[in-house]
Nanobody, 122 residues
Framework: QVQLVESGGGLVQAGGSLRLSCAASGRTFSNYAMGWFRQAPGKEREFVAAISWTGGTYSADSVKGRFTISRDNAKNTVYLQMNSLKPEDTAVYYC????????????????WGQGTQVTVSS
C-alpha cells in the first residue's frame, strides 16, 4: 500500500480557489493511479477526479471545467486545483491510490489519506 497525506483544505468564499495536495510514500508513486473523492455530511463518498499512471485524467461532471487533477512524479504528489468553488463543493476531500488505472469506485482504491476539509461559504 501507499501512505497518503492530504493538505491544502480550508475556508473559501464562493467563486474562490483552493489547491489540494496529496503526498505519497511507501511505493513507486509513478506506478499508481491517483484519485480524489469527497464526502459531504450525511452523504456517501463520491468520485471527483482521477489520473492514471500514464497521466490520463478523468473528472466527475459536477466539477468538469472547474477542477483539474495533476501529478508530479518527481515529488510523489498529486494535486487538485479547484476553481470557481460553490457551496455544494463543501466536503472532506480524500486522496486515494490504486495500481495503474483509475476507476470511479471507492471500493477499487486500496490506499486512502485522512482527508482535508474544504468549506465554501456563500
Amino acid at each position: 500500500q501507499v501512505q497518503l497525506v492530504e493538505s491544502g483544505g480550508g475556508l473559501v468564499q464562493a467563486g474562490g480557489s483552493l489547491r489540494l495536495s496529496c503526498a505519497a510514500s511507501g511505493r513507486t508513486f509513478s506506478n499508481y493511479a491517483m484519485g480524489w473523492f469527497r464526502q459531504a455530511p450525511g452523504k456517501e463518498r463520491e468520485f471527483v477526479a482521477a489520473i492514471s499512471w500514464t497521466g490520463g485524467t478523468y473528472s466527475a461532471d459536477s466539477v468538469k471545467g472547474r477542477f483539474t487533477i495533476s501529478r508530479d512524479n518527481a515529488k510523489n504528489t498529486v494535486y487538485l486545483q479547484m476553481n470557481s468553488l460553490k457551496p455544494e463543493d463543501t466536503a472532506v476531500y480524500y486522496c486515494a491510490a490504486r495500481p495503474r488505472w483509475p476507476t470511479m469506485n471507492t471500493s477499487d482504491f486500496d490506499s486512502w489519506g485522512q482527508g482535508t476539509q474544504v468549506t465554501v461559504s456563500s
